[in-house]
T-cell receptor, first 116, second 114 residues
């Protein structure tokens, strides 16, 4: 079965420090991968998606970047964190085959980031 | 751009009552409508979904209805239990450049009181 892992679960970082959040998927190949941000009490905002190694698309301009060095690894980064980067970050994956299953997105447990 | 509106933002019911959450979407090309349940401090979990070629789908105490003409869909939970308490998100999807983009509603915080 497929599983998705995100770490760390919580992170407290000072303003101006770098960030690296990692997400890995097991049990599937060639997944589409996604990074979302969820502000407190709000919905999910898509930040980045990737359809393959090295292929990253950004949905909104921001202080963050994403990379996909391996097929099932997705990394969210920042060189210098801002206060406004605080939030709950979620990684998700979906199948990239031609079946109907490709519509379904599965989420990780999330990382709660506090920038102080 | 694409938009999904979700109502109500909060919902409080007594155990055993029914709960209904409604969503409307703007993109007529949307063809897939999932519902997610998010418990405190966890990632959203898919609980039920419906595709545009179906008007209704049921899974035990949970059902979803879709009205394509009006561009709205609803989640119905019957015989609510305290463990149903969570935040529920609707979403609408449309294929875009080879991947499925999900536009989420703002969420409904459901509280089921014993």
């Amino acid at each position: 079965s497929q599983t998705i892992h995100q770490w760390p679960a919580t992170l407290v970082q000072p303003v101006g420090s770098p960030l690296s959040l990692e997400c890995t998927v097991e049990g599937t190949s060639n997944p589409n991968l996604y990074w979302y941000r969820q502000a407190a009490g709000r919905g999910l905002q898509l930040l980045f998606y990737s359809v393959g190694i090295g292929q990253i698309s950004s949905e909104v301009p921001q202080n963050l970047s994403a990379s996909r060095p391996q097929d099932r690894q997705f990394i969210l980064s920042s060189k210098k964190l801002l206060l406004s980067d605080s939030g709950f970050y979620l990684c998700a994956w979906s199948a990239r085959d031609r079946s109907l299953a490709k519509n379904i997105q599965y989420f990780g447990a999330g990382t709660r980031l506090s920038v102080l | 751009g694409e938009n999904v509106e979700q109502h109500p933002s909060t919902l409080s019911v007594q155990e055993g009552d029914s709960a209904v959450i409604k969503c409307t979407y703007s993109d007529s090309a949307s063809n897939y409508f999932p519902w997610y349940k998010q418990e405190l401090g966890k990632g959203p979990q898919l609980i039920i979904d419906i595709r545009s070629n179906v008007g209704e789908k049921k899974d035990q105490r949970i059902a979803v209805t879709l009205n394509k003409t009006a561009k709205h869909f609803s989640l119905h939970i019957t015989e609510t239990q305290p463990e149903d308490s969570a935040v529920y998100f609707c979403a609408a999807s449309a294929l875009s450049g080879g991947y499925n983009k999900l536009i989420f509603g703002a969420g409904t915080r459901l509280a089921v009181h014993p």
